[in-house]
């Protein structure tokens, strides 16, 4: 078998720790299968180095930035290579350049637009393990980039899928996807299977356990994602991320998720005429800011108000987009201390009532919702900061997901 392993950060968080990685390595290609490992960068680490770029100032250079940060998953990726040779084995560390994985120039956030699988197939066939700094490719003109955070998944799966592997193993410190974060809730339940769409939303809606956009290529590629933990031998058989089944949408609800790190931005008193929405989310696509719910009131008098959410990191770059629109507004203000709360699950698009049950949760727990969105399959509310780990408890077990 042709297997690809991803060990986040936390798993390679520390010497002891890249050692137990290389053990289970070891043991997956002693079994007799090809093995191609994607590391992270040992946990805190792109935090930490970030922290250094913004020492010396608040909006440094991106092309500099991603230089930075893919160093720490070289420092990973050329230890467990190390590791690995020490134990008698054949391996060799990559950068993403060195795997061939080509991305846009969209620095901090690239897309890969293409994978030469040649450099990892000639690898592997004189029998080495690879091993593959994760998170980075190189644009065009050969600069380094990165694939945003939690950007190794994507490097993983979109590795599995160039080469057509058997698996795509994601080994984190959780041993697969809950119905909640398990930190938030301690009777979440592991799921056994989670159909793209819904993991998909969840990524998206604040699930940090896999990059939304590694969940996308996935399905894409119908490439079969398993979530397993890093620490546990026994008992480990994760959770499938896979195409969906009739049996999925017999659940109602599959998981909540969290996500406290949007700010809502609102327009008050802007111009209503015709255009001037495609002028404004126009100007906030070409900063590449991502847009997600958004509300315009009923105008009144010539004006109305606008209201939408956005990622409390691009609140500076939304800031200077919006310059533009001072004028043409009464009043521009910013909320950083919002959460957004989702519910997610394909069986929503055959039962009634899931949102009622969603509103009736809040209100008995006093929580006001300032924002509703929905879809086929999910609910989002916009809610105060501080009530998000109640909201999601309440919510929780409202779906009986601790059954
Ligand atoms: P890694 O460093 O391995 O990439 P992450 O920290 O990115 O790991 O993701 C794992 C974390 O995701 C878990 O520790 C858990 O707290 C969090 N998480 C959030 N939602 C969920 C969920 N629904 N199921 C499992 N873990 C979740
Ligand atoms: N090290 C990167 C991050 O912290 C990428 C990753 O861990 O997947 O976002
Ligand atoms: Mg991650």
Redesign the pocket.
């Known amino acids: 078998m042709l297997i690809v392993q991803k060990y986040?950060?936390?798993?390679v968080g520390d010497l002891d720790r890249i050692q137990n990685v290389a053990n289970r390595v070891a043991k997956t290609a002693k079994a007799g299968n090809d093995v191609v490992v994607v590391v992270?960068a040992m946990?805190g680490e792109t935090n930490k180095l970030l922290g250094y770029a913004n020492h010396f100032s608040k909006t440094p250079p991106q092309r500099e930035i991603d230089l930075l940060v893919s160093s720490g998953e070289r420092v990973t990726s050329a230890l467990l290579s190390i590791a690995l040779q020490e134990m008698g084995l054949k391996a060799i560390a990559m950068t993403g350049r060195q795997a061939g994985i080509k991305t846009d120039s969209n620095h901090t956030k690239a897309r890969i637009s293409f994978i030469d699988p040649e450099p990892m197939k000639n690898q592997l066939k004189s029998g080495k393990i690879v091993v593959i700094a994760g998170f980075q490719g190189i644009n065009e003109n050969g600069d380094v980039t990165t694939l945003g955070r939690?950007g190794s998944?994507l490097t993983a799966v979109a590795i599995a899928g160039a080469l057509k592997a058997d698996v795509c193993e994601i080994y984190?410190?959780?041993d697969g996807?809950?119905t909640?974060?398990?930190?938030i809730e301690s009777n979440a339940k592991r799921l056994n299977k989670i159909s793209y769409d819904e993991m998909l939303e969840?990524a998206s809606l604040g699930?940090?356990?896999m990059q939304s956009r590694s969940v996308e290529l996935g399905k894409k590629l119908n490439v079969d994602i398993l979530v397993k933990s890093s620490f546990k031998d026994e008992d480990n058989n994760g959770t499938l991320i896979t195409k969906e089944s009739k049996e999925m949408e017999k659940v109602l609800v599959s998981?909540i998720a969290l996500d406290k790190n949007q700010a809502r931005v609102t327009i008050f008193g802007l111009e209503d005429k015709p255009g001037i929405n495609a002028e404004l989310f126009n100007k906030l696509a070409d900063k590449h800011i991502n847009v997600d719910m958004i509300i315009q009131n009923v105008s009144h008098d010539g004006k109305a108000n606008v209201t939408f959410t956005i990622p409390q990191t691009e609140i500076d770059l939304a800031k200077n987009v919006l310059i533009d629109f001072e004028k043409r507004c009464d009043e521009i203000s910013f909320d950083d201390s919002i959460a957004k709360v989702s519910i997610v699950g394909v069986g929503m698009k055959s039962h009634s009532g899931v949102a009622a049950n969603a509103f009736d949760t809040m209100a008995k727990e006093n929580i006001n919702i300032q924002m509703i969105s929905t879809s086929e399959i999910k609910i989002s509310m916009v809610i105060d900061e501080k009530y998000g780990e109640l909201a999601v408890r309440a919510l929780h077990s409202a779906y009986n997901l601790d059954k």
């Open positions: 986040g950060g936390t798993s992270s946990s939690g998944d984190t410190d959780v996807i809950y909640t974060d398990p930190r969840l699930a940090k356990v998981g």
